[in-house]
């Protein structure tokens, strides 16, 4: 799964899911409280934390809140290492109520199918009456995605998975459009950037629909309109991502040692 | 002194898990997971269970596989480090187990709500999801106050709940540290909680620490000692996460053929925890130990 980039006198290797952590990482700013994720977003924060935001504030669903990287590499939030010297053990609940409160900025969350205006499923593929595929279920992710000020999804680029209408929304984006989430009650939010093994892409901010705002290094637009179940509108001018720098690929390769998440 | 709650894992189990009971179990969510109780209410057969929680990683899998579990009422049902959880799937697809979906804070409520004596608990989170159509406890409110739209979650009252802790006396006081998840909610909603604990203290310890008992003794009504009992789940203080564990489950659990198989091995066929903790093995037991001691600073209860 490595892919060589070599762009003149640029040279790196680093692998798409190394690619997506970066990105992920760069839209997280210092001081900010992350309501941070399973899976890649674990990585997200700790880059993000080990390089231009040494001041941001990790919070974990289990109870967990860090305000400095975990000593030791962590397959996953409930490892000793993320709980040793934490800032705060807690209940989920005092979490979820800095969530309910509007006090976290920033939530970093996967999905397994997500649609043009952001809702996420992470539940059932068909439908609730005839269950083609039953996924494991929200965790806190409809709570990241109904509460924080923003939210940052990090998902698989695949036409099955980037589809015209999710199946069953698990995760509110922004509904049908613009207007919905008032509508219905959400306090604040919705997801302000999709970051794909592809592309990044962010939303429009009168019709709240996805758009493609920069491709990765060696991906085309075609491909990824291939990879998308809907007619993707694109930003004005499309950029081409930044790849990781040789310290953030440094600091991958120390969090992430045996490639378990990244390889 | 009041009477002793000690007993045997069997008997915990056999005395307070029926079959039909509601079971909260794996409240801390990744770490503190009773494995241990669960493999017991496997072996025994109890039947028609619902399961309560919000992650418990792979143990609500294992129950599902083990044909004790009529419906689940959680918020995620996998794998942490691998992903999809088989057993569960399986279930659900066939339409054998029924599911109650929610999020963590929707969980969370739905205990609190019991534990605070009340039918409901407002939230605001879920508004515009799909949660509302797999289940029929989450209505929308309007405020009395401000008017503003609420998500109301009704109130779940485990008949039991068990929680595996570092450390308790006979009479059920526990110990519990590292994060708590909705440990506090599931046994204060409980008709019943059952303690497992690494070790069994005097009272004394237990005494000198009053803020780090999870649930006090007159609301327990079983202890039993589980070294081990959290295996592979980690427990702070005691062990690490037995990664392997879990990516060997992924595999074992795909087909019910090769479930039936690891069941037999780490289920059925375990006479004890001493043969569980063999066929673990010593060099894996000794690579989970915590090797980085951190001891809090004592704190001074005197007056």
Redesign the interface.
Known sequence: MKSTINKQAEISDYTPSQLMVTAAARETANKEIVFVG?RLPLLGFLLAKSTHAPDAIGV?????VRDTPAPESI??????PN???AQW?????DL?GL??QGRVDVAFIGGAQVDRFGNLNT??VGS?KK?????????????LA??AKRHIIIMTHEKRRFVQRVD?????GY?DGQG??ER????RGGPCTVITNLGILRFDPDTREMILTSIHPGVTVEEILANTGWRLCMAPKIARTPIPDDTELAMLRRFDPQG?WTS | MPDSKLVTMPEAISRFVQNGSAVALGT????LIPFAAGHEIIRQRKRDLTLIG??SDILFDQLIGGGCVRKVQ?????N??T???YN??RA??NGNTEIE?????TM??SL?AAAMGVPFMP?????????F??NARLK?ITCPFTG???TAVAATHPDVTIVHTQRADEQGNAHM?????????ACLASEYVIITAEEIVPTDIIRSDPNRVVIPGFRVRAVVHAPWGGHP??V?GCY??D?QSFIDYRTASRTPESFADWKAFWIDNVKNRVDYLNRVGKNRIDRLK?K?H?RSAPADFGY
């Open positions: 399973m974990y669903e289990l109870g967990i397959l996953t939030m409930g490892d000793l709980l040793f010297c053990l807690a209940d989920t609940a979820m969530l309910q539940s059932y609730t269950i083609e595929t039953r996924l494991p279920g929200s965790g806190g992710a409809c709570d109904s509460l069953y929304i698990t995760s509110p509904g919905w989430r219905v009650g959400l306090p378990y | 801390a969510q990744e770490t919000t992650i959680a918020a995620w049902v996998g942490v480090i992903g999809s959880a569960f799937r659900i697809e979906d929610h999020s963590n804070l969370s409520m609190r939230a605001r989170t879920a508004l515009g999801s799909d949660l159509k797999s929308t503003d739209t609420l540290w590292g994060n708590m998840g909705i440990t506090r909610e789940s980690p702070p690490n996460r990664h915590i980085r951190l």
